[in-house]
């Protein structure tokens, strides 16, 4: 399991901890426009063994009150194994939409939970080789489905504007008329937030 992505954006937000002036910070008055970025780690589970991908994560959202919001993502969340040695990796990207609810503990902490709907695609090539002398095949194989999401995390706001996240995200991609494919996804993301 490589998790090096990961360690390296903590020792990052670590260091931002320790020269971010927190005195403007307050979770008790987020509220308007964001945009965040993030990296970190998605396991897959499906028929093969378990998968560890890095996942990277670009969202713009809406936090209505410090309590609901809404969010907008892009997630690249890394390359799973074809069913046999004739395809090649699939690539899960998705687009998300999802209501969040924010729970404010104080000035600076406070938890969140989202859910909402996932536009994901799956895309992956194959060859077969003929053996009976007869033409060899070659394609593609593309999925794009929707499936629902379910999140909880943590926010450190720093300052007035800049908040780090700690989330993580439940996915369960089912691929009609292919079960075999059907795979589970937990990504942990860690993303620094600006707020506008």
């Known amino acids: ?21 927190t005195a403007e910070a307050d979770q008790n008055s987020d509220s308007g ?14 028929g093969l063994p378990e998968e560890s991908t890095t996942v990277l994560k670009a969202a713009v959202g809406w936090q209505f009150s410090p309590y609901v919001g809404v969010e907008l993502s892009y ?8 069913p046999t040695r004739t ?6 990207t998705g687009v998300s939409a999802a209501v969040t ?10 938890l969140f939970a989202k859910a909402g709907q996932i536009w994901w695609s799956a895309d992956s090539s194959f060859f077969f080789f003929n053996r009976s002398g007869g ?5 593609t194989l593309s999925f794009s489905e929707s499936d629902a999401l379910m999140g909880l995390g ?19 991609f089912d691929f009609p008329g292919s079960s075999n ?14 707020e506008l």
Do not use: C
Not at 1 to 17: E, F, G, N, Q
Not at 135 to 139: I, L
Not at 159 to 167: A, C, K, N, R, T
């Open 87 to 92: 395809y090649t990796d699939f690539d899960l």
């Open 33 to 46: 426009i964001y945009v965040s970025g993030g990296v970190g780690q998605n396991w897959i589970q499906s």
């Open 75 to 82: 997630n690249d969340l890394g390359k799973f194994p074809g």
């Open 1 to 21: 399991m490589d998790i090096k992505p990961l360690r390296l954006l903590l020792s990052s937000a670590l260091t931002v901890l320790l020269f971010v002036n």
């Open 135 to 139: 033409m060899n095949r070659t394609g």
């Open 181 to 194: 494919f059907n795979n589970r996804n937990s990504a942990m993301v860690l993303s620094l937030k600006w």
């Open 101 to 110: 609810g924010h729970l404010p503990l104080s000035e600076n902490i406070a």
């Open 154 to 172: 943590a926010s450190y706001e720093l300052s007035e504007q800049l908040e780090l996240e700690l989330e993580y995200n439940y996915y369960k």
